[in-house]
């Protein structure tokens, strides 16, 4: 089942154009999201929170549509990101008594679950925390209404890996006991290959692939050779691929295919999530 269905959405933002005819997000997942920056990410997830509106087709979430229904879709959904609209004054306890009404679903005794577990001082003021502390209240407000949906934009971010991990364990033991789906846009694909279980990979507006992320690391394959072994009827083959004066590499759907192309010349290995997204997003020489 899908908690989020794009059906037919364009928009267009200044010279940028969004253009996905269809995007199914698996119910009870986390999809992570990836592409390089301009690509679309922000727009897409702007347009989940009905932030932006659509040119043209519609965005469903939990079933509902999210121009028809946006003020029971956002009970739905949680978000971490940019911008947060918390008030830099203000103390986190006024913050959360001020935010919380707005949620029929507010769960106190989960705040304060959270708020320990992180080790937040609620007497403090939102300006008076560091980055990974304001990222970890982020997301306690996100969870304490438990959403359907949680949103993540680049929500590890210039964080410590001990911050991040930290982060990653709360929202997997949360979606241990609750049904819920995440959506999670970042650049750091370790986190992704930790938590993640689809990827969807956006470049230029337009949705390249959306596929289990055990698919993409165990199918796909990375080869490399000498340049001479990538003439131009072979990179038209290829997902994407560099060549420099040492040599080149490229990516391939799987082994399969790139043996036909390449045979026994060069060298085969199975790629990371973060190698796999610089060649999607390089396709010329260097």
Same mark, same amino acid.
């Given at each position: ?6 059906? +037919? ?5 200044? %010279? &940028?154009?969004?253009?996905?005819? *269809? ?7 986390? =999809? ?15 347009? #989940? ?5 659509? +040119? ?7 079933? #509902? ?5 946006? *003020?029971?879709?956002?009970? /739905?959904?949680? &978000? ?17 008594? #001020? &935010? ?12 304060? !679950? ?8 609620? =007497? ?31 929500? !590890? ?28 846009? !970042?650049?750091?694909?370790? /986190?992704? $290959?930790?938590?993640? +279980? ?5 470049? %230029? ?5 959306? =596929? $289990? ?74």
């Amino acid at each position: 089942m899908e908690a989020v269905v794009f059906k +037919d959405i364009k928009k267009k933002v200044g %010279d &940028f154009k969004l253009d996905i005819p *269809k995007l199914m997000i698996k119910k009870g997942y986390i =999809t992570g999201f990836i592409g390089e920056n301009g690509a679309g990410k922000t727009t897409t997830m702007r347009l #989940m929170m009905d932030m932006l509106i659509p +040119d043209s087709g519609e965005i469903e979430i939990e079933g #509902m549509n999210v121009r028809d229904s946006g *003020k029971e879709v956002k009970q /739905d959904i949680g &978000f971490v990101g940019e911008p947060t609209g918390f008030p830099e004054e203000s103390k986190l306890k006024d913050i959360k008594r #001020m &935010f919380a009404p707005f949620y029929t679903s507010w769960d106190e005794k989960l705040f304060e !679950t959270y708020s320990k577990k992180f080790q937040l001082q609620l =007497t403090k003021k939102y300006k008076e925390l560091s980055t990974g502390q304001k990222k970890q209240f982020d997301l306690v407000m996100a969870l304490s209404h438990r959403p359907k949906l949680i949103i993540l934009d680049e929500p !590890t971010a210039g964080l410590d890996p001990v911050v991040r991990n930290e982060i990653l364990d709360v929202l997997m033991e949360h979606m241990q006991s609750e049904e819920v789906t995440i959506f999670y846009s !970042t650049h750091i694909t370790t /986190d992704l $290959e930790r938590a993640g +279980d689809y990827i969807v990979y956006i470049k %230029d507006g337009k949705i390249m692939i959306n =596929t $289990e992320l055990n698919v993409l690391l165990e199918e796909y394959c990375i080869v490399k050779g000498s340049k001479d072994l990538f003439p131009k009827e072979i990179q038209k083959e290829l997902l994407g691929y560099k060549i420099s004066k040492l040599g080149a590499e490229g990516l391939v759907r799987s082994k399969k295919q790139a043996e036909e192309l390449f045979g026994r010349e060069v060298v085969y290995e199975k790629p990371s999530l973060e190698e796999i997204m610089i060649l999607l997003a390089s396709k010329e020489a260097i």
